[in-house]
């Protein structure tokens, strides 16, 4: 904990590497506007606050140790991100006007953004490579120094997903036609499907 500002510089990279959570974050912002935007961007920031819990538990060793086991869930992570890109691609043109443009629930988007997190490995063997770095296992105050890095990560996530859905707010009326909500789509589809497949491509 005496690196602790090394570990905010480490997590904001981390954070800032576009991803399927950025993606996410962007997608709602175009969607939603900015402020639509934070349920997605808070069910992120919770499912990154309980994958580092559960890094820290038997799950992570399990993760680290059995290849069944990283394999099981980095398919369902590549399989939801399939289903994600597919599903965008099919779409019609996005539109900025268009009632179910409104539908999307706050709670429907926070747990979207959760469960980006929850189904991807890598972000697990981040927290179990990055925290051993910074508390030791058997510190009497490891219970309060883990969670201060936990919240730290979290605190940042948002705020560079913020800034991600900001800028991406301000092209939304370069995008406010047909031609922009066919690009909407495609973009995010095909991006959703190279995540997917990279992931599906990763080893331990």
């Given at each position: ?6 570990f ?28 639509g ?11 990154s ?5 559960l ?8 993760l ?22 597919i599903?965008l ?8 006007d268009?009632?179910?443009?409104k ?7 926070f747990?979207?953004g ?6 991807n ?6 927290f ?6 910074f ?23 948002v ?15 370069w ?7 066919h ?19 990763s080893?331990?």
């Amino acid at each position: 904990m005496h690196h602790y500002l090394l570990f905010l510089l480490m997590a904001s990279l981390a954070i800032l590497t576009p991803g399927p959570g950025v993606l996410n974050s962007l997608g709602n912002a175009l969607r939603f506007g900015l402020r639509g935007s934070l349920p997605g961007i808070l069910g992120v920031a919770g499912g990154s606050f309980i994958v580092a819990a559960l890094s820290a538990t038997g799950l992570g060793l399990l993760l680290a140790t059995s290849a069944l086991a990283f394999t099981a869930l980095k398919w369902l992570g590549a399989g939801y991100l399939f289903y994600l890109g597919i599903k965008l691609l099919r779409a019609p043109a996005f539109r900025f006007d268009a009632p179910e443009a409104k539908r999307t629930g706050p709670w429907r988007q926070f747990a979207g953004g959760m469960l980006l997190q929850l189904s991807n490995p890598k972000s697990i063997f981040f927290f179990l490579a990055i925290f051993p770095q910074f508390i030791a296992a058997g510190s009497a105050h490891y219970t309060s120094d883990f969670l201060l890095l936990v919240s730290s990560y979290s605190a940042l996530l948002v705020l560079i997903h913020s800034a991600y859905a900001l800028l991406a707010h301000s092209l939304r009326r370069w995008l406010d036609n047909e031609r922009g909500g066919h690009l909407i789509n495609k973009a995010s589809g095909a991006s959703f499907l190279v995540f997917g497949s990279l992931l599906a491509a990763s080893n331990r």
